[in-house]
């Protein structure tokens, strides 16, 4: 063979091998936890402490409502859920009424927030909602999270060392029906999850994936509090470095919440990876500088377009089958269903699109919930244009912050 088909094949075998690596060592890490837990009745339980979940809401996700269920009936904890939306006209809104008025005895309440309490959408409603907050731990929750009852058990659990500040889930995507949710679960299986679980429980290097995580008051307030990442983009990321910071030590849980994808579509799968890929370009930019490493297909295929012979085209084959079986075994040890042989094809896609996502990671504009911003070092956000002058500023806010607990809901919906 010639130089550039060795170079080929080298490639190729040395990107199949670090996937192969970091699967194995992700599937290693979720088949230790599990046995350990297997040989206990029950996690250790600390004592009972009061938590506030907050959830800021934006737009109907798939099967909103039935995500809002699933906290209904946690056990071991008191808690509190705190629901936020940024405006009645959001979608939203009304799911959240209906949701309390449906449950009319249980501690929750719906906040409309002030979207300009930060740039960053989602901690501005975080910030009116920890403002409402009674528990000493604080939850984080996105709207697209569904949980099992022992939540709070399996997370909560950590802060029985009292060195622990914060605690974030492994999230894995489910309930897929289209091609579109499909590959969105994929790209959380293969290329979120084991990232966090290497990086986390290997490296020592915690990933803190704000999708579902919790925080001490003390850690919190160490920390700055929610207002010091108002106009950060990894609000997660940056709570978890300013925690280590004050001395608290940071967690991964490894019992995994649920990603509700259905459905969705290719632009906001697209948007969403686009901006994690600046997010992680902006925090560690050596380690992204070599992301699409680990894509044997992708890495495979360009090198088949540069090097068209034999030995470069069995690579390629090679690559896509031993990607295809760690993806299998990928989505299986998460606890998701084997992917379908109808959907092989999409996890030779998800390379491109990842390669895609990776270029356009290092441009520093974004696009968010209708914000021009620009992302600066640590993924600080500043305004691209002229913001819009607020009504507010002239007639004052409309229920800026104001609550509507389940009894009032229950009370609306009757009228």
């Given at each position: ?311 470069a085209f069995i690579a390629f084959l090679v690559a896509c089958a031993g990607q295809m079986l760690l993806t299998r075994w990928c989505t299986t040890f998460l606890g998701k269903s084997p992917l379908p042989y109808r959907y092989l094809p999409l996890d030779l896609l998800r390379g491109g699109l990842l390669l895609v996502c990776w270029a ?56």
């Amino acid at each position: 063979m010639t130089t550039f088909e060795w170079g080929a094949v080298g490639l190729t075998a040395l990107s199949l091998a670090l996937n192969l690596w970091v699967v194995a060592t992700a599937a290693y890490c979720i088949w230790r936890h599990r046995r350990s837990r297997a040989r206990v009745e029950a996690w250790p339980n600390p004592r009972r402490r009061r938590v506030s979940i907050l959830k800021p809401l934006a737009g109907e996700d798939d099967d909103l409502r039935g995500n809002l269920e699933s906290f209904v009936g946690l056990v071991d904890h008191d808690y509190e859920l705190l629901l936020g939306v940024a405006s009645a006209d959001d979608p939203a809104w009304e799911i959240a009424r209906a949701f309390l008025g449906d449950h009319p005895d249980f501690p929750a309440r719906l906040v409309l927030t002030d979207p300009d309490a930060a740039r960053n959408p989602k901690v501005a409603q975080l910030i009116c909602l920890e403002q409402h907050a009674a528990g000493d731990i604080i939850i984080i929750s996105d709207s697209n999270v569904r949980v099992a009852p022992d939540y709070l058990r399996n997370l909560i659990g950590s802060f029985s060392d009292p060195t622990v500040g914060l605690v974030s889930n492994v999230i894995v995507g489910t309930s897929e029906w289209t091609s579109t949710a499909w590959l969105e679960n994929l790209l959380l299986a293969t290329h979120v999850a084991p990232g966090v679980l290497v990086s986390s429980l290997v490296m020592r290097q915690p990933i803190t994936v704000g999708k579902s995580m919790a925080l001490t008051r003390q850690a919190l307030d160490a920390a700055g509090g929610l207002a010091s990442v108002a106009n950060v983009l990894a609000e997660d990321h940056a709570l978890a470095r300013r925690c280590r910071a004050a001395g608290y030590r940071v967690r991964l849980c490894l019992s995994p919440v649920e990603n509700r994808n259905a459905s969705g579509g290719w632009r906001r799968s697209f948007d969403r990876h686009t901006r994690w890929a600046r997010i992680r370009r902006a925090m560690a930019p050596a380690g992204f500088l070599f992301e699409p490493v680990v894509q044997p297909a992708l890495l495979a295929g360009i090198a088949l377009c540069c090097v068209r012979t034999l030995p470069a085209f069995i690579a390629f084959l090679v690559a896509c089958a031993g990607q295809m079986l760690l993806t299998r075994w990928c989505t299986t040890f998460l606890g998701k269903s084997p992917l379908p042989y109808r959907y092989l094809p999409l996890d030779l896609l998800r390379g491109g699109l990842l390669l895609v996502c990776w270029a356009r990671g290092w441009n520093t504009r974004i696009v968010w919930r209708g914000n021009h911003l620009r992302i600066g070092r640590n993924t600080v956000l500043k305004p691209r244009r002229r913001a819009r002058l607020s009504s507010s500023g002239l007639d004052g806010p409309i229920l800026d912050g104001h609550s509507l607990d389940t009894q009032d809901a229950h009370k609306a919906i009757k009228a």
